[in-house]
Nanobody, 121 residues
């Protein structure tokens, strides 16, 4: 019903920058929170940054001051600008959205397939 497609991952040297994008499509009535999580092998998926439809933002402590999340609500798109990247930022980054598919339905969680970010030292 709802698809999230990420783009923008890749290989970058430490200190470099990348911008991730995620576009939501399909049967969308409204999107509440939209943002990014990341996961490394053998570990749980952790919050990176999340933005509500009203613009309230939550960042992981490890990325505060380096990463910036933004949204284009008209186009159901969320971005993550990542600056001053560190090797420990290496992970698969997953787009997340809390979506309602109609006036009568509650919010459901949707995930993208993930995009790999590799930061070399």
């Amino acid at each position: 019903q709802v698809q999230l497609v990420e783009s923008g991952g890749g290989l970058v040297q430490a200190g470099g920058s990348l911008r991730l994008s995620c576009a939501a499509s399909g049967r969308i009535f409204s999107i509440n929170a939209m943002g990014w999580y990341r996961q490394t092998p053998g570990n749980q998926r952790d919050l990176v940054a999340l933005m509500t439809s009203t613009g309230r933002v939550n960042y992981a402590d490890s990325v505060k001051g380096r990463f910036t999340i933004s949204r284009d609500n008209a186009n159901n798109t969320v971005y993550l600008r990542m600056n001053s990247l560190k090797p420990e930022d290496t992970a698969v980054y997953y787009c997340y959205a809390a979506v309602s598919t109609s006036y009568y339905t509650y919010l459901s969680d949707y995930w993208g397939k993930g995009t790999l970010v590799t930061v070399s030292s």
